[in-house]
């Protein structure tokens, strides 16, 4: 289910309940159930989705809505309330800072649209006054190099690679150290993605890590990947210290689910979204109005 279609399907559930002329139990629980299914379908986790539930039966009175009070103003502020904790995890990530030196390495599967995204976080940035830089740690991918070459080209931003060298750890290290001596305040190092999870590339990550001793690691993941999105950010999360979360490919079809799950896995606030393919479709991401627009 995309986005939009969530947001009316809650939205008609919660309408559907208020106009019952007796709020019961059964009236409450229809209405929970049928805002479960859409949750569901767009891919939040059923944990989430079971726990969400549990939440709001125990904060919305039943006497309450039986005295009149607005029934639909209540269960909505609940809902507006369950979908932002779950998107919050209560405390903000790292943040660099402007003219201080900070290292940011992106981690995800291949495909997810890690390299982009690296991108579109230096372009950001730097339209925004930053001096960032781009380091290509990616030796696995043939081409990887090519991509980030020509993606900074194009936005005019430093970046470090090899097309010989076949550490990434290596690489990784070296890049980081001259941006360094350069005065770029933020160092982006883009790593090597996998098919799937595999162990060998949790072990590179975890060495590039260790070599790059990053201010901010950002789990990338792809909005499309459904109910897979829980396990796949938590085994990132296992691996390296996850700091904050990038979902991308939330133009077109995209389901809104992943990104409660990633969050809920690696107890990091997702910071951007990406919104399509070119270097600027790219959004920063705020729970309350991404809410308040998913119920419409
Ligand atoms: P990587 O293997 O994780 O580095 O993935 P890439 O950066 O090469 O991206 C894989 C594909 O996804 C490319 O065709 C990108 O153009 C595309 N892509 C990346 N981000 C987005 C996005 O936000 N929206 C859309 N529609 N496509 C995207």
Known sequence: MVLAQLGGSISRAIQQMSNATIIDEKVLNECLNEITRALLQS???FKLVR???????????????AAGH?????IQQAIFNELCKMLDPGKPSFTPKKGKPSVVMFVGLQGSGKTTTCTK?????????WKP???CADTFRAGAFDQLKQNATKAKIPFYGSYMESDPVK???????RFKKENCDLIIVDTSGRHKQEAALFEEMRQVSEATKPDLVIFVMDSSIGQAAFDQAQAFKQSVAVGAVIVTKM?????GGGALSAVAATKSPVIFIGTGEHMDEFEVFDVKPFVSRLLG
């Open 43 to 45: 891919d939040v986790q």
């Open 121 to 129: 976080y230096a372009y950001y940035h730097q339209k925004k006054g």
């Open 171 to 177: 690489i990784a290290a070296e890049g980081v150290e």
């Open 133 to 135: 830089a781009l380091v």
């Open 70 to 74: 607005n029934k639909r103003k209540i």
């Open 51 to 65: 726990d969400m539930q549990t939440n709001i039966k125990k904060i919305v009175n039943l006497d309450d809505l």
């Open 251 to 255: 133009d077109g079809h995209a389901k």
